[in-house]
């Protein structure tokens, strides 16, 4: 498969010049004014945002402003947007020399991404047929910042590797593709999938490793020098991790329906992080000979039992079905660190700078098909009728709906969602190939001053790499006592 991409990379032919100054100013006042051009025909207020709500209460016989919608999801968003602002931001600072790239080129997308996310979502979701427009509420920025972590997933496997302006494609698309996906796997199919496992997880994470693998860099060694943490970096990082751990719970439970259905998704997420925090720092100490502990398992693989409580989450999985998922995400996701990731580099020529493969895909898919097999589980003796209905959304035209065809098809929006993520990344990855996005050569990958204005005394020195911490290579612990090597440069 690597064969492929290298006679790809000697068709499109090198690209060595980093000069962005003309590239990601066009891209984005001409992206930024299209979108203003955009929201001007078609994004309009909902009734609860708009001036004629007051209208609005009094026809629907609401009695309270307090029953806006606003007042039930704004908290849930603020939580959301702290994730995918400064949650994932931060925990892609780890490497020592592209904080700026990894909190900044985040934020890009991030800015970019939840608007041109409102429109394709609206389109899809929210268009008035008879207006021809696209309403929206808090509830729709709740959806956009969901769509926004796909790209930031994907981001996550290249970082390091693209240049702006590649991100900025990555964000096109991966909005783009995200929300066609949402539709089949929520609309079509009807799946559930509050948290993401599937729609953002899944599909972010092979979406983000299929892109790579066409981008693949065999001389990336010759950035060995800045592949790796120190100490500040790595605190940084971790946290990015205590925010994206501590609000989980409002991510996954963010759009669930008010009442049982959103107090349940943010139980069973809460105890699925904190049963993977343990498994992961359990098998953290054991891979080691002295029994330390690695940075790498304890900033990514705690996060997996949120990933993979997504899907399930809302559903009657019981606190000790949430315990057991988050146990066992959390042990898969640290053997992934160890081993997985330094397979994929070295026999398929895959190089997934964070991990997302171990983090965000695998658990991802396992949460997919953890809710196909709760759902099919699932009994009126449990649910109650009326509760098995609202879970599930059994109404018009899928009242008849079983548990068991809902399980089928749940599984079946697993796949959809690793399809779409694999071949999408694919194409995507092919047209990043093209030698005019100013992306760096493999000897200057992983340093913030290719495209950010540095501080002299700051180039003057290169910190020794941390080797512990670099995500895509194997270490072999037997060699030091300290258990990690320093590369000095």
């Given at each position: 498969m690597g064969n492929c991409c290298d006679r790809a990379a000697s068709f499109f032919g090198p690209q060595k010049n980093?000069?962005?100054?003309?590239g990601l100013p066009a891209v984005c006042f001409v992206w930024q004014i299209a979108m203003v051009v955009l929201f001007g025909v078609f994004i309009r207020?909902?009734?609860?945002?708009?001036?004629h709500w007051v209208e609005f209460r009094r026809e629907n016989n609401i009695t309270s402003d307090i029953e806006n919608d606003f007042y039930f999801r704004y908290p849930s968003f603020q939580d959301v947007h702290v994730m995918i602002f400064v949650?994932?931001?931060?925990?892609?600072?780890?490497l020592k020399r592209y904080s700026y790239g990894g909190v900044?080129?985040?934020?890009?997308?991030?800015?970019?991404?939840?608007?041109?996310?409102?429109?394709?979502?609206?389109?899809?979701?929210?268009?008035?047929?008879?207006?021809?427009?696209?309403?929206?509420?808090?509830?729709?920025?709740?959806?956009?910042?969901f769509c926004c972590a796909g790209s930031l997933i994907a981001f996550g496997a290249l970082l390091?590797?693209?240049?702006?302006?590649q991100t900025l494609v990555v964000a096109l698309f991966g909005v783009t593709l995200f929300a066609v996906e949402e539709y089949i796997i929520l609309d079509l199919l009807h799946c559930r999938d509050a948290g993401g496992s599937m729609v953002i997880h899944c599909f972010g994470g092979y979406y983000g490793l299929a892109i790579s693998w066409v981008l693949y860099r065999p001389n990336l060694h010759l950035s060995k020098r800045f592949h790796g943490a120190v100490y500040h970096s790595d605190l940084f990082a971790m946290i990015g991790t205590l925010y994206l751990w501590m609000y989980w719970p409002s991510f996954n439970s963010a759009i669930t329906d008010h009442g049982?259905?959103?107090?349940?998704?943010?139980?069973?997420?809460?105890?699925?992080?904190?049963?993977?925090?343990?498994?992961?720092?359990?098998?953290?100490?054991?891979s080691k000979k002295g029994g330390k502990l690695d940075m790498v398992h304890i900033q990514n693989a705690t996060l997996a039992g949120g990933v993979a409580m997504g899907t399930a989450a809302e559903f009657m999985i019981q606190p000790y079905g949430a315990l057991i998922v988050g146990f066992c995400v959390g042990i898969i996701s640290t053997?992934?660190?160890?081993?997985?990731?330094?397979?994929?580099?070295?026999?398929?020529?895959?190089?997934?700078?964070?991990?997302?493969?171990?983090?965000?895909?695998?658990?991802?898919?396992?949460?997919?098909?953890?809710g196909a097999i709760t759902a099919a589980a699932a009994t009126e003796a449990v649910y109650g009728a009326e509760g098995l209905r609202n879970t599930f959304d059994f109404e018009g035209e899928f009242e008849n709906r079983t548990p068991g065809t809902q399980g089928g098809f749940q599984a079946?929006?697993?796949?959809?969602?690793?399809?779409?993520?694999?071949?999408?990344?694919?194409?995507?990855?092919?047209?990043?190939?093209?030698?005019?996005?100013?992306?760096?050569?493999?000897d200057n990958c992983f340093d913030d001053e290719v495209y950010w204005e540095m501080l002299p005394e700051f180039l003057e020195i290169v910190p020794p790499v941390l080797e512990y911490n670099n995500h895509m290579i194997h270490k072999h612990q037997e060699i030091s006592e300290s258990n990690f090597s320093v590369d000095q440069s």
């Open positions: 980093t000069n962005v100054r003309v207020y909902d009734e609860e945002s708009d001036t949650g994932f931001g931060f925990l892609m600072t780890f900044g080129f985040n934020f890009l997308i991030a800015a970019f991404g939840l608007q041109w996310a409102l429109l394709m979502q609206g389109w899809f979701h929210s268009l008035n047929p008879e207006t021809g427009k696209i309403t929206i509420g808090v509830e729709s920025l709740i959806n956009a910042d390091g590797k693209v240049s702006p302006v049982d259905g959103q107090h349940r998704t943010a139980i069973n997420t809460y105890l699925a992080l904190a049963s993977s925090v343990l498994t992961t720092v359990a098998i953290s100490s054991m053997f992934g660190y160890l081993f997985v990731t330094p397979f994929l580099e070295k026999y398929l020529k895959l190089q997934d700078t964070c991990g997302v493969h171990n983090l965000h895909a695998v658990p991802g898919m396992l949460g997919g098909f953890i079946a929006g697993t796949c959809v969602s690793i399809a779409f993520g694999l071949v999408g990344g694919v194409c995507v990855g092919f047209i990043l190939r093209f030698p005019i996005w100013a992306d760096p050569g493999d």
